[in-house]
């Protein structure tokens, strides 16, 4: 028999632990926990208990339905990488009508990107837009005209990375937030390769097992691959 795996959760868990199929998940609450498990097959499972009754006698983790590839595990690996830092914490997503993407975004070589790979979706309007790194604590905000999906505007960031970028507009309202990581022309290809195989493999994933995280799981990928980058960077 499978020895139980004991969550330690208050109403929301999140582990990033390797779980073996059969494997007994007990939330430590007495009361009112929620477990979600994602595995590499696709599959979605959400546990719930609202007594010390069924709290108690646990979640059994099912068998994967088929194997992985090397490029599913490679896109878990990263996703992990991000949430073991000590400054991971997730909380359930809040209804918003906010809108959001992620993006990779080439970077050219007088440090711009253009702004038409992440802001697409945007009608065209008068808008303004903050932009904010990973390492500041205020956002940067400016006017911004867009045109639409064939607008040529262009930002200037002080490095590669994470940004993000949000969009109000006239009345002030929210229209969009973007996660952007910023890659040099060297690296561009490979990641872009990485970002569209992670995106497609998780809308497949949420037609068969819907509820998956896609947003937050496509930026905690985002930030694995940044953090991948500066590792590599400071080795060079």
């Given at each position: 028999m499978a020895t139980g795996v004991r969550i330690r959760c208050n109403l929301f868990c999140v582990r990033v632990d390797t779980v073996a199929p059969g494997a007994l998940l007990i939330?430590?609450?007495?009361?009112?926990?929620?477990?979600?498990?994602?595995?590499p097959d696709g599959q979605r499972l959400l546990f719930d208990c609202h007594d010390s009754h069924t709290c108690a006698q646990g979640f059994r983790v099912p068998a994967l339905i088929a194997k992985p590839n090397a490029d599913t595990l490679a896109m878990?690996?990263?996703?992990?990488?991000?949430?073991?830092?000590?400054?991971?914490?997730?909380?359930?997503?809040?209804?918003?009508?906010?809108?959001?993407?992620?993006?990779?975004?080439?970077?050219?070589?007088?440090?711009?990107i253009h702004l038409k790979y992440a802001l697409n979706a945007l009608p065209p309007g008068q808008y303004s837009m903050t932009v904010q790194s990973e390492a500041e604590t205020q956002p940067a905000r400016r006017p911004l005209t867009w045109s639409g999906p064939g607008d040529e505007a262009q930002l200037l960031l002080p490095h590669?990375?994470?940004?993000?970028?949000?969009?109000?507009?006239?009345?002030?309202?929210?229209?969009?937030?973007?996660?952007?990581?910023?890659?040099?022309?060297e690296h561009i290809s490979s990641r872009q390769t990485d970002f569209e195989y992670a995106r497609r493999t998780l809308q497949e994933w949420n037609q068969n097992f819907p509820g998956w995280p896609t947003h937050e799981w496509l930026q905690f990928f985002l930030s694995g691959l940044a953090q991948g980058q500066e590792k590599q960077r400071s080795l060079e």
């Amino acid at each position: 028999m499978a020895t139980g795996v004991r969550i330690r959760c208050n109403l929301f868990c999140v582990r990033v632990d390797t779980v073996a199929p059969g494997a007994l998940l007990i939330a430590e609450t007495s009361n009112d926990a929620s477990i979600l498990v994602l595995l590499p097959d696709g599959q979605r499972l959400l546990f719930d208990c609202h007594d010390s009754h069924t709290c108690a006698q646990g979640f059994r983790v099912p068998a994967l339905i088929a194997k992985p590839n090397a490029d599913t595990l490679a896109m878990f690996n990263e996703v992990k990488r991000a949430m073991q830092q000590p400054s991971f914490s997730m909380t359930p997503a809040l209804a918003t009508t906010t809108s959001e993407a992620e993006a990779v975004v080439p970077m050219q070589t007088d440090g711009t990107i253009h702004l038409k790979y992440a802001l697409n979706a945007l009608p065209p309007g008068q808008y303004s837009m903050t932009v904010q790194s990973e390492a500041e604590t205020q956002p940067a905000r400016r006017p911004l005209t867009w045109s639409g999906p064939g607008d040529e505007a262009q930002l200037l960031l002080p490095h590669s990375g994470i940004y993000f970028l949000q969009i109000f507009g006239g009345l002030g309202g929210e229209r969009l937030r973007v996660m952007l990581l910023a890659v040099s022309q060297e690296h561009i290809s490979s990641r872009q390769t990485d970002f569209e195989y992670a995106r497609r493999t998780l809308q497949e994933w949420n037609q068969n097992f819907p509820g998956w995280p896609t947003h937050e799981w496509l930026q905690f990928f985002l930030s694995g691959l940044a953090q991948g980058q500066e590792k590599q960077r400071s080795l060079e």
